[in-house]
């Protein structure tokens, strides 16, 4: 069983900063993680990719947020952080990480459960 256990995420005003984070473990331990991403859903809008890092570190971000939002991970730690600074009302939404996971001779993607982030203006 694979787990992404998502922390962070809050309520903050308008031109503050947050930090999510986001852990990957599995039972036995078997796995390696290939990309990891953070994507986030608005009420009423559909899924986006906010920002992405492969494992050798490579990143892209969604328009809406280069300059604002870095995104980092630790593979010796399997998690993958999103510092968010100068943050917009419009960067409201529930954040969810996503990991590519190569296990057992197959490759799944798997979802945490999802971050609630609320920029107030």
């Known amino acids: 069983q694979v787990q992404l256990v998502e922390s962070g995420g809050g309520l903050v005003q308008a031109g503050g900063s947050l930090r999510l984070s986001c852990a990957a473990s599995?039972?036995?331990?078997?796995?390696?993680?290939?990309?990891m991403g953070w994507y986030r859903q608005a009420p009423g809008k559909q899924r986006e990719l906010v920002a992405a890092?492969?494992?050798?570190?490579?990143?892209n971000y969604a328009d809406s947020v280069k300059g604002r939002f870095t995104i980092s991970r630790v593979n010796a730690k399997n998690t993958v952080y999103l510092q968010m600074n100068s943050l917009k009302p419009e960067d409201t939404a529930v954040y969810y990480c996503n990991a590519n996971i190569n296990r057992f001779y197959s490759t799944t993607d798997y979802w945490g459960q999802g971050t609630q982030v609320t920029v107030s203006s």
């Open positions: 599995a039972s036995g331990n078997i796995f390696r993680v290939n990309a």
């Open positions: 890092i492969t494992s050798g570190g490579n990143t």
